[in-house]
């Protein structure tokens, strides 16, 4: 099973996962969506959201765009990270899970967690 966080406005992929509004989960098995959760963004806190997302078990986090250090920390945990993505959340899903959605575009350095961690 793969547990595929997308960062949501409504039903429609966030430009930026860090002010996105909700957080969509899509448990997927056998190339179907056999469940959906949603999980409304308890804040932007630079550094710390992703470690929110990882304890809710996802595999795979699909944003329009997140900073450097978001993605570095979900990738050493071996979340997958797919940026530059637009469109409705299921229909994005639905591709991610049939290899026809993948990253594109670069992450974003408008926060960086040492440099907050040291203040």
């Not at 994005?92 to 026809?100: E, F, L, M, P």
């Amino acid at each position: 099973m793969k547990r595929i966080a997308v960062a949501a406005e409504k039903d429609v992929v966030s430009g930026h996962f860090g002010f996105c509004e909700d957080f969509m989960f899509f448990n997927t098995e056998d190339g179907k969506i056999t469940k959906i959760e949603k999980f409304a963004n308890p804040g932007h806190v630079p550094c710390e959201l992703p470690d929110t997302i990882i304890a809710k078990g996802a595999t795979t986090i699909i944003t329009g765009n997140l900073g450097r250090e978001a993605a570095k920390k979900f990738e050493k945990q071996g979340v997958e990270v797919v940026i530059g993505v637009t469109g409705e959340t299921r229909e994005v899903v639905d591709a991610y899970i049939h290899g026809h959605l993948h990253s594109q575009g670069e992450y974003c350095d408008a926060w960086n967690c040492e440099f907050l961690s040291n203040q």
